[in-house]
T-cell receptor, first 113, second 115 residues
Framework: DQQVKQNSPSLSVQEGRISILNCDYTNSMFDYFLWYKKYPAEGPTFLISISSIKDKNEDGRFTVFLNKSAKHLSLHIVPSQPGDSAVYFCAGRFASGANNLFFGTGTRLTVIP | GAGVSQSPSNKVTEKGKDVELRCDPISGHTALYWYRQSLGQGLEFLIYFQGNSAPDKSGLPSDRFSAERTGGSVSTLTIQRTQQEDSAVYLC?????????????FGPGTRLTVL
């Protein structure tokens, strides 16, 4: 039962434009959401996170938006750069217990120079 | 400083054989997590350690899977009598603690192929 879903397996964007990666979740008990970026043959690298009490978190070119009523979050990258080309995973986390991450299936972003 | 390391990077084995995967977490990190990513799937949580203990083993897919951690550092994931559906990339992550805001740092993974 997939609690975090990324319905777009791939996305292509022109360099300099905005990339918007979407993520939906089903469990309203998630306390924290994270985005990870993964290059081939490497482990996922933490990118940005957001607490469930916030609706926006910004870090440089990366902004994550959270819409709790819609159980939806999105990652905006602007301006997109060729080095951003990677697979992006959305993940949710509970406040207690193991605090393991529940991952989506990922979206492959390709930024075209 | 060194990140999370895993060995081997690739492992090819025959169905029915046992395999052992190793994870070296970041020094000082008390929490250690094992995940796997099967083809076309997201990362699936398997087990976590707080220190040397694993309070929750419910994520392990079958009793052929076991894991241990000694000295609060290195962890091994053992798969007995491997099956083809065990083929996946096995990822290890560590974090300073199990606090929900602590970032998990991932290793490069071990790609397991069961023939």
């Amino acid at each position: 039962d997939q609690q975090v879903k990324q319905n777009s397996p791939s996305l292509s964007v022109q360099e300099g434009r905005i990339s918007i990666l979407n993520c939906d979740y089903t469990n309203s008990m998630f306390d924290y959401f994270l985005w990870y970026k993964k290059y081939p043959a490497e482990g996922p690298t933490f990118l940005i996170s957001i607490s469930s009490i916030k609706d926006k978190n910004e870090d440089g070119r990366f902004t994550v938006f959270l819409n709790k009523s819609a159980k939806h979050l999105s990652l905006h990258i602007v301006p997109s750069q060729p080095g951003d080309s990677a697979v992006y995973f959305c993940a949710g986390r509970f406040a207690s217990g193991a605090n393991n991450l529940f991952f989506g299936t990922g979206t492959r972003l390709t930024v075209i120079p | 400083g060194a990140g999370v390391s895993q060995s081997p990077s690739n492992k090819v084995t025959e169905k029915g054989k046992d395999v052992e995967l190793r994870c070296d977490p970041i020094s000082g990190h008390t929490a250690l997590y094992w995940y796997r990513q099967s083809l076309g799937q997201g990362l699936e949580f398997l087990i976590y350690f707080q220190g040397n203990s694993a309070p929750d083993k419910s994520g392990l897919p079958s009793d052929r899977f076991s894991a241990e951690r000694t000295g609060g550092s290195v962890s091994t994931l053992t798969i007995q009598r491997t099956q083809q559906e065990d083929s996946a990339v096995y990822l290890c992550a560590s974090s300073p603690s199990v606090t929900s805001t602590d970032t998990q740092y991932f290793g490069p993974g071990t790609r397991l192929t069961v023939l």
